[in-house]
């Protein structure tokens, strides 16, 4: 890992739903943005700062831009695996890159990038003390397992 960057990852797990498909029985395209959000939230969750928390403490997360690729077809009832995947390099931007799985076979990847945000103001930050604190824990953490 370099110097002045903390890499993180974090898995979840949804089932698709009926309502998630279109009329060729696929997973609908617009769902991998959705699904990449349940495995930003959990990453959060995961590092100690629910989403909810970071905004009670004054921040948010706006997207600033994404990207999927579609790999293979996910279907009605199939559980898939959200890795989401973060390397903080102490930017005023993130960078978080997802890798969707039904078992083995890869679904779709992609990223999202989202900067920092005063929740008032909606003016950019630096990322903020209790988003890099949480971080630092987690990587703490995770380097004594």
Do not use: C
């Not at 309502?19 to 991998?32: I, L, P, Q, R, S």
């Not at 959000?37 to 969750?45: A, K, L, N, Q």
């Not at 590092?47 to 706006?62: D, N, R, V």
């Amino acid at each position: 890992m370099e110097k002045n960057v903390i890499e993180l990852y974090s898995k979840a797990k949804v089932r698709v739903r009926y309502a998630e498909t279109d009329k060729m029985g696929f997973v609908y395209n617009g769902m991998y943005l959705t699904y990449f959000e349940v495995g930003r939230t959990e990453f959060m969750r995961g590092i100690g700062l629910p989403y909810s928390e970071f905004e009670k403490q004054g921040y948010q997360l706006p997207l600033i831009s994404a990207h999927v690729d579609f790999k293979s077809p996910a279907y009605f009832e199939d559980e898939l695996v959200i890795e989401a995947m973060l390397k903080f390099e102490y930017k005023p931007t993130m960078k978080i890159t997802y890798n969707i799985l039904r078992a083995d076979t890869t679904i779709a990847i992609g990223y999202t990038v989202h900067s920092f945000i005063n929740a008032i103001s909606k003016k950019p930050v630096k990322p903020p003390k209790v988003f890099i604190e949480a971080l630092e824990n987690a990587n703490k953490k995770n380097n004594k397992e």
